[in-house]
């Protein structure tokens, strides 16, 4: 997976993100010197947890032949006070009165195993590298 990001104008924090086939604008709140074009990329990734989670608990009760209707999971989070500490994510899933104890049960903990989830909880790495943009590319 590769996503590109792209600053739409000079002097705005504003930026296309390039993902597939799809475009998806961040941007940061106007009291932070953006335009509020879109979401923070703090907030995109509580929007990548909640829709991975959704989609994950989606997925699972189709194959179990469950009806979840328009189940829905909201995600907040709380930036941590100090550098090194962790960001704190709360879930919250909110599925149908029909389905029993048992199987929301099984939906919280299938919820917690999706991909985006696990990739949070778990270690990550990172490498980075500089290369010279080529000016004609500078201006698409």
Do not use: N
Not at 11 to 34: C, I, L, M, N, S
């Amino acid at each position: 997976m590769k996503a590109i990001a792209r600053r739409i104008k000079p002097d705005a924090y504003t930026h296309t993100v390039e993902v597939r086939q799809h475009t998806v604008t961040a941007d940061e709140p106007r009291e932070d010197g953006g335009d509020d074009q879109g979401p923070t990329p703090q907030e995109l990734l509580a929007v990548s947890l909640a829709s991975c989670t959704a989609i994950t608990i989606d997925m699972y009760a189709r194959r179990k032949g469950w009806d979840v209707g328009l189940a829905e999971v909201q995600c907040s989070y709380e930036e941590p006070a100090h550098r090194g500490e962790p960001t704190h994510f709360e879930l919250v899933i909110r599925l149908p009165a029909s389905l029993d104890d048992e199987q929301r049960e099984r939906l919280r903990v299938i919820a917690g195993k999706c991909p985006v989830h696990r990739t949070l909880a778990g270690a990550v790495t990172f490498s980075d590298r500089v290369e010279a943009l080529d000016p004609d590319q500078s201006a698409s």
